[in-house]
């Protein structure tokens, strides 16, 4: 058996050390190379490692929310680092200003600003806050409290609920599955949308009559499972969680980082996160779909209130969190190393252990690939993202391209994944070498979107990782 292990020496970042063995050519770019020849019949094989990199990668569905665009006044990146997903809240009122007309332009509209920026968007629809429910709705007879500068809708009143449906269905049939959203929060009860009446200071006896019995509870729920399929759904800890994430949602916190910001007796960290995880249903919620925190406060009220960072950042890793909405606020400086340091193991993070191959192919043949994978993140991807590969000539024409059958959603952190993929050389690739390349592509398989951490990324966001001869 011939085994030669080849080790690049040079600096640079993409390399490519080229070697031959009886006349085949193959490329390892920042990588190791083993080339295997065993027998006469057995045709010779390469395996390659890729090198793992240790850089902040920003990939969708997986890092620091952009909220609200930054509310017009976003911080610059040496504040806070870039994101990666647009999280947006919008009242009923905003999206349904007048009966049956539905202001999709705001949500295509935000959503082109948010591609502009390279992320995607989440979204939250509320029914109290500010205008919150439309008034053409409280004029059908919808009872509700007056709240400062808006109302607490009756959601137990039929009409309220009817409408409510229309409105859920028919963002859902403008929305799910698309691509450009990366997760829907279940918001539409409560005081933000968040399944309380905390805003009910002074009402509360009225608000409590008019909150979801628990049948309406279940109801608006149902309706988001029902009208988003194919779309990350999320909800908060304080509504009907464990029945939400039975049906395959995911949870989120919105007080992250609590540990006594607004009483020494009771933070949400330790009673209300900690506790409701006791669920083995919610806990493993993650691996199905994502988990989402938003701070509490902001980082710097952090800081000033000597919270121990590195407390709250480990927690959030260890409940698996994939987005961290920490409000667009500048992150205290003495803190950005290790803010910079947990986007390195928030969400997933892909790394291509090692591809094997034959190094030589013919036209009309198949072209075995066996590749192992580890998810060294703390998440799985929630999207139907697909592997592929590519021959690609000396002259960066691509001459052929396939989908592996991998799925990644099943990549949970801990375990080695392998992939075997037989691919059909097309009839008219010319004889020649040609350079494998590998990428996630997006949910419509058109482009690279998904960085892995591994080095030597193109322009174009493939990666070079071996060659393959062509021969007829």
């Known amino acids: 058996m011939l085994n030669h292990s080849m080790r690049t020496l040079l600096p640079s970042s993409v390399v490519f050390v080229v070697f031959m063995l009886q006349g085949v050519w193959s490329l390892a770019g920042n990588l190791d190379a083993i080339v295997h020849d065993a027998s006469a019949q057995a045709e010779p094989t390469v395996t390659v490692h890729p090198r793992e990199i240790k850089n902040v990668l920003y990939n969708p569905g997986m890092g620091l929310a952009d909220f609200h665009f930054g509310f017009e006044h976003p911080p610059s990146t040496d504040e806070y680092p870039r994101q990666t997903v647009a999280y947006f809240r919008w009242s009923w009122s905003d999206l349904e200003p007048e009966e049956g007309r539905y202001a999709f332009d705001v949500v295509d509209r935000i959503i082109n600003q948010a591609k502009a920026k390279g992320e995607s968007l989440a979204f939250r629809i509320m029914t109290e806050y500010k205008a919150g429910s439309p008034a053409w709705l409280l004029r059908k007879g919808v009872g509700s409290v007056?709240?400062?500068?808006?109302?607490?809708?009756?959601?137990?009143?039929?009409?309220?609920?009817?409408?409510?449906?229309?409105?859920?269905?028919?963002?859902?049939?403008?929305?799910?599955?698309?691509?450009?959203?990366?997760?829907?929060?279940?918001?539409?009860?409560?005081?933000?949308?968040?399944?309380?009446?905390?805003?009910?200071?002074?009402?509360?006896?009225?608000?409590?009559?008019?909150?979801?019995?628990?049948?309406?509870?279940?109801?608006?729920?149902?309706?988001?499972?029902?009208?988003?399929?194919?779309?990350?759904?999320?909800?908060?800890?304080?509504?009907?969680?464990?029945?939400?994430?039975?049906?395959?949602?995911?949870?989120?916190?919105?007080?992250?980082?609590?540990?006594?910001?607004?009483?020494?007796?009771?933070?949400?960290?330790?009673?209300?996160?900690?506790?409701?995880?006791?669920?083995?249903?919610?806990?493993?919620?993650?691996?199905?779909?994502?988990?989402?925190?938003?701070?509490?406060?902001?980082?710097?009220?952090?800081?000033?209130?000597?919270?121990?960072?590195?407390?709250?950042?480990?927690?959030?890793?260890?409940?698996?969190?994939?987005?961290?909405?920490?409000?667009?606020?500048?992150?205290?400086?003495?803190?950005?190393?290790?803010?910079?340091?947990?986007?390195?193991?928030?969400?997933?993070?892909?790394?291509?252990?090692?591809?094997?191959?034959?190094?030589?192919?013919?036209?009309?043949?198949?072209?075995?690939?066996?590749?192992?994978?580890?998810?060294?993140g703390v998440a799985p991807i929630y999207h139907e993202w697909p592997l592929a590969y590519r021959l690609r000539s000396g002259e960066d024409d691509v001459v052929a391209r396939w989908t592996s059958t991998a799925q990644l959603r099943r990549w949970l952190p801990g375990t080695q994944h392998e992939v075997a993929d037989a691919v059909t050389v097309p009839e008219d690739v010319l004889e020649g070498s040609y350079v494998l390349d590998v990428a996630i592509l997006d949910q419509g398989s058109r482009a690279p979107f998904v960085d892995l951490a591994i080095s030597g990324k193109r322009q174009d966001r493939w990666y070079p990782i071996s060659t393959v001869v062509i021969r007829r």
């Open 146 to 376: 007056k709240l400062g500068g808006g109302v607490f809708p009756d959601y137990n009143s039929p009409t309220f609920l009817m409408y409510h449906e229309k409105l859920i269905k028919a963002f859902g049939e403008r929305y799910a599955g698309s691509p450009d959203i990366d997760h829907v929060d279940i918001g539409s009860v409560g005081c933000w949308g968040e399944w309380n009446t905390a805003c009910c200071q002074g009402v509360e006896a009225q608000c409590k009559q008019y909150f979801p019995v628990e049948d309406n509870q279940i109801k608006i729920t149902d309706w988001y499972l029902k009208y988003f399929p194919g779309t990350p759904l999320v909800m908060l800890h304080g509504g009907q969680l464990k029945y939400a994430v039975s049906r395959g949602a995911g949870w989120r916190g919105d007080c992250f980082g609590d540990y006594g910001y607004f009483s020494p007796t009771w933070n949400h960290m330790e009673h209300a996160y900690t506790r409701v995880l006791q669920d083995p249903t919610i806990s493993n919620a993650w691996k199905n779909a994502p988990v989402q925190f938003e701070v509490c406060g902001v980082m710097q009220d952090w800081y000033e209130k000597d919270f121990d960072i590195d407390l709250i950042l480990n927690k959030g890793l260890e409940w698996h969190v994939s987005v961290l909405n920490a409000k667009s606020s500048p992150i205290p400086p003495k803190w950005r190393s290790r803010v910079d340091e947990f986007l390195t193991k928030i969400g997933y993070r892909l790394v291509l252990r090692e591809m094997t191959h034959a190094t030589e192919a013919q036209p009309g043949r198949k072209l075995s690939l066996r590749s192992q994978w580890e998810n060294i």
